[in-house]
């Protein structure tokens, strides 16, 4: 039973920063993408940033360019995203997600950004940013 926890979130004020974590266990298949999404009250579920296990690769949304950090510990099994200067706009709640599922992409391996794509889901953490 694959299960993924997010810990981390809070509340914060804007400029402020936050790490949120996500320990993976119970794998009995190859991961081959992590991934960050959020979704706001009324707003539709968005891919935050994801990381290609098998090459590395990083994808970031615009909206979180050069603010927000994906990493991974192979060791722990443990997903992290780093946000930092916080906006009020990043309040939502995050949830990791993983998949075996990878997309070719101009004949390179690489993630993609659809929820529709991940397989497992973790219970979220709420991110709330004040201005």
């Known amino acids: 039973q694959v299960q993924l926890v997010e810990s981390g979130g809070g509340s914060v004020q804007a400029g402020g920063s936050l790490r949120l974590s996500c320990a993976a266990s119970?794998?009995?298949?190859?991961?081959?993408?992590m991934a960050w999404f959020r979704q706001a009250p009324g707003k539709e579920r968005e891919g935050v940033a994801d990381i290609y296990i098998g090459g590395g690769l990083l994808y970031y949304a615009d909206s979180v360019k050069g603010r927000f950090t994906i990493s991974r510990d192979n060791v722990k099994n443990t997903l992290y995203l780093q946000m930092n200067n916080l906006k009020p706009e990043d309040t939502a709640m995050y949830y990791c997600a993983t998949t075996s599922a990878r997309i070719r992409v101009s004949g390179s391996w690489q993630c993609s950004h659809e929820g529709n794509f991940y397989d497992y889901w973790g219970q979220g953490t709420q991110v709330t940013v004040s201005s």
């Open positions: 119970g794998y009995s298949y190859s991961v081959n993408c």
